[in-house]
């Protein structure tokens, strides 16, 4: 992981020829290293402080990337110690205004496990303002259904060139009743991105989200608000 951040790093500050010309192409890559304070995931904690390094790749409307999380600290039940995320989708304009997103998303712990599932997704993007987005997701190895609703807003603050990213997300959850119940979260957040140069950005975040939990059983298993602080280093080519 050391070696990850200090490649990342390397990568940040130093201006690349070939980088550049790859902005031209429909082939992308994202690098990313974040640390949380807690590891909430749809409105659950499932650990506290994190790192979670990600790669993700791109051609035209289609996507690709692995995603993991390590906690630095155990705390928070049903988490094993960490999670990879393997997912791929298309991201396909309906129009000027809108866009759909498809994809499917694999989810394994510690290695790979019987806790392994699998998720499929689809979404509907509007650009217009504030954003709006909405998602269905559907676990077929939990059986769980997911309604994910987000918008979002940049502010810019031009006197120091920078911006605030605000967010807002409400999402209810659909669990059986022997895994625990249905449950409501909702959450806001904030982000400051600062460029480093055209390939690097580091961010900033500070996010709240508060769960209504009158039927989900497992009550004593996760905390109710959570505020949860991170930093986030972004290097694309």
């Known amino acids: 992981m050391k070696k990850t951040i200090l490649a990342l790093v390397a990568?940040?500050?130093g201006v690349s020829a070939s980088?550049?010309?790859a902005a031209s192409s429909p082939l992308s890559l994202t690098l990313d290293v974040t640390y949380v304070s807690d590891y909430v995931f749809r409105g659950l904690r499932l650990a506290d402080a994190s790192?979670?390094?990600?790669?993700?790749?791109?051609?035209?409307?289609f996507y690709a990337g692995l995603w993991h999380s390590d906690a630095i600290s155990d705390g928070a039940a049903n988490f094993s110690g960490s999670e990879t995320d393997l997912y791929a989708g298309v991201n396909m304009a309906i129009d000027e205004t809108?866009?759909?997103d498809l994809g499917v998303t694999r989810y394994t712990y510690n290695g790979g496990s019987q806790d392994d599932t699998t998720e499929v997704f689809v979404g509907l993007k509007a650009d217009v303002l504030l954003s709006p987005s909405v998602?269905?997701?559907y676990d077929f190895d939990l059986e769980v259904s997911s309604y994910i609703a987000s918008v979002g807003h940049s502010l810019p603050i031009?006197?120091?060139?920078?911006s605030v990213d605000l967010s807002?997300?409400?999402g209810y959850i659909q669990v059986p009743k022997s895994s625990g119940g249905d449950y409501v979260y909702w959450g806001v957040g904030a982000a400051v991105p600062y460029k480093l140069n055209?390939?690097?950005v580091l961010t900033a975040a500070v996010n709240y989200t508060s769960i209504d939990r009158s039927n989900y059983i497992n009550q004593a298993d996760h905390d109710q608000d959570q505020v949860v602080f991170s930093v986030g280093l972004a290097v694309g080519f």
């Open 11 to 13: 990568l940040a500050t």
């Open 19 to 21: 980088a550049q010309e």
């Open 51 to 61: 790192v979670q390094p990600s790669i993700e790749a791109s051609y035209g409307d």
């Open 98 to 100: 809108f866009s759909v």
């Open 135 to 137: 998602y269905y997701y």
């Open 158 to 162: 031009e006197q120091v060139g920078l």
């Open 168 to 170: 807002a997300t409400v």
């Open 198 to 200: 055209d390939n690097a």
